[in-house]
């Protein structure tokens, strides 16, 4: 039998905005997007006053009037926040599997192994270490979290959300009665897994709850949806199906809005590489290699008075890579391919796609391998490859070891005119040292 712990940071974003200003600790506070464009992130005081999802030039003036705190999007902040959150955590268990930014499954089967097969009661053990995890997080950290206890990752996440809705911020559904109650009154649109998609194909069926999807044979949602939803029956009634990694990823995009509307194809160039270089990182970091590359740009949708205009273009590698210098070149040689002169773009980003292995795309053979080098991003000799993979990873781990990547390719550039505009950011007070808190007593 397993056991998982879901730790969530309670809004995660506006609680980090808050440790470091005790005087916001009772006020609404807001987190906007990418270029400040709408509200991704709410404090518990903000929620009633603000949807989320809405543009901030729709709220600002209720945000003046209701004394709303407004924060841009600070991710070097909310990251190391995250890592300290990450590594509290630990104390408990070293088997930690980070779901995201602000949110953790802790599996504590080991450690409660022998009592269940002992037939011994586990429930005020586990009330004791929920009730241990929700107050030491935020003592050590300054970030509020709940806690879901439950015998498969979709019924801990369950339980979690029900958590948040408690005083005491701990709920769990180990015990089958409770189980069963919990899932009576979840509503189904509500459990991991089902989307905006999925839902009205579960409501046309008449399925309302967690507890009339749990009922359905797994064979039959295997037939007529797919074995993605038949694991989702099967974890609903206790059995786990999902392990501790999540499915491989197919694809990896990064992509920004402009802080301001480029029209030189220079600017737009050092957008796309700085995106390809990101991407390049990510898939080193998750030992996978990219088959091709699209690049895509957009104008802005919101100025219908200027002329429209959202173009891709892909292209395929001569071997899956993780390799920056190819994946640069691919790039470059999309973008050239679909940019126009006399457009203003907005959006750019640039998608890694068909992701293979990264062991896989090392141990197939290619006919070209010991070709030399050629501007082409289909081919590379093998040789200076491996040489460049081997500086690669001491970049990384330098980059890795820093605030903001302190190592780049030329072609990002040293300045950033695509950069997104963040007027109400918060200083990095955890990882810049001329903005750590200084406290005086006189």
Not at 347 to 368: C, H, R, S
Request: proline share 6%; aromatic share 10%; net charge positive.
């Amino acid at each position: 039998m397993k056991i998982y712990a879901l730790v969530d940071c309670n809004s995660f974003f506006a609680s980090c905005e808050k440790v470091f200003r005790p005087d916001w600790a009772e006020k609404p506070v807001v987190v906007l997007s990418n270029n400040d464009g709408c509200v991704i992130a709410r404090s518990a005081e903000a929620k009633p006053l603000v949807a989320m999802g809405t543009p901030w030039f729709r709220v600002k003036k209720t945000a003046e009037r209701e004394g709303i705190v407004v924060r841009s999007t600070n991710f070097v902040l909310y990251g190391d926040m995250s890592r300290r959150v990450m590594e509290t955590l630990g104390q408990w268990t070293s088997d930690v599997e980070v779901y995201s930014i602000d949110e953790a499954f802790l599996d504590l089967s080991r450690q409660y192994q022998l009592r269940i097969e002992e037939g011994k009661s586990i429930g005020r053990s586990l009330a004791a270490l929920g009730r241990q995890i929700v107050e030491t997080v935020p003592q050590w950290t300054g970030i509020p979290v709940s806690v879901g206890f439950g015998p498969t990752k979709t019924l801990a996440k369950l339980a979690n959300r029900i958590a948040k809705e408690r005083p005491d911020r701990l709920f769990g559904v180990m015990n089958r009665k409770i189980r069963e109650r919990a899932l009576k009154t979840f509503p189904i649109g509500k459990i991991w897994g089902v989307g905006r998609k999925l839902l009205p194909q579960f409501e046309r069926l008449g399925l309302k709850t967690a507890w009339d999807l749990s009922r359905i044979d797994p064979l039959v949602v295997r037939r007529e949806f797919s074995i993605v939803q038949e694991r989702l029956v099967r974890e609903l009634n206790g059995e786990a199906c999902y392990g501790e990694d999540d499915p491989q990823r197919k694809n990896i995009q990064v992509s920004r809005s402009f802080g301001t509307m480029l029209t030189d194809p220079a600017d737009l160039e050092k957008a796309v590489a700085t995106f390809a270089a990101r991407g390049a990182r990510r898939l080193r970091r998750l030992e996978r290699a990219a088959s091709a590359v699209c690049v895509s740009l957009r104008t802005n949708p919101f100025r219908p008075d200027l002329p429209q205009y959202s173009p891709s273009g892909v292209v395929g590698f001569y071997r899956p890579t993780a390799d920056t210098v190819e994946i640069l070149k691919g790039v470059l040689s999309a973008f050239r391919s679909i940019y126009k002169p006399r457009y203003a773009y907005k959006k750019g980003g640039v998608t890694l796609m068909n992701l293979v292995p990264a062991e896989v795309a090392a141990a197939q053979q290619y006919l070209f391998d010991e070709e030399p080098d050629s501007d082409s991003p289909l081919r590379s000799d093998s040789t200076s490859r491996r040489r460049r993979m081997d500086l690669y990873r001491t970049v990384d781990h330098i980059n890795d070891s820093s605030v903001s990547g302190e190592i780049f390719f030329a072609a990002e550039g040293t300045d950033r005119p695509w950069a997104s505009s963040s007027e109400y950011a918060s200083p990095c007070w955890t990882t810049d040292l001329d903005r750590v808190p200084v406290v005086r007593a006189d």
